[in-house]
């Protein structure tokens, strides 16, 4: 499995920036994607999640209202968009995959796969 997340960039305060994750590698209708975030010095986070069946999604409070996860199941693909963004989230996104389930979650030990990250900077 590998999961390729991409879109990150540098971007100014109140922008917009979308994230892409693309898996492949397996095909499981049973499948969440993730996205997580670690900022310099500080330890990983969670963001947001979703399910590809039924579509559930979970944000971690700094996203909601703000941060939208949608998923493209014929191209395996989540996709992470990001509104009104401020200095503090700048940091590494990246995407994460548990497979065989269908429960969203924002703990990354669930999380079997995980791509390589992109960088996202807000600047003031």
């Known amino acids: 499995v590998q999961l390729q997340a991409s879109g990150g960039g540098l971007v100014q305060v109140g922008g917009s920036l979308r994230l892409s994750c693309a898996a492949s590698?397996?095909?499981?209708?049973?499948?969440?994607m993730g996205w997580f975030r670690q900022a310099p010095g500080k330890e990983r986070e969670f963001v947001a999640a979703?399910?590809?069946?039924?579509?559930?999604?979970i944000y971690a409070d700094s996203a909601k209202g703000r941060f939208t996860i949608t998923g493209d199941t014929a191209k395996d693909t989540a996709y992470l968009q990001m509104a009104s963004l401020k200095p503090e989230d700048t940091a590494v996104y990246s995407c994460?995959?548990?497979?065989?389930?269908?429960?969203?979650?924002?703990?990354?030990?669930?999380?079997?796969?995980w791509g390589q990250g992109t960088l996202v900077t807000v600047s003031s």
């Open positions: 994460a995959a548990r497979y065989g389930s269908m429960s969203v979650s924002r703990f990354g030990k669930y999380y079997g796969y």
């Open positions: 590698g397996r095909t499981d209708t049973n499948l969440v």
């Open positions: 979703i399910s590809w069946r039924g579509g559930h999604t």
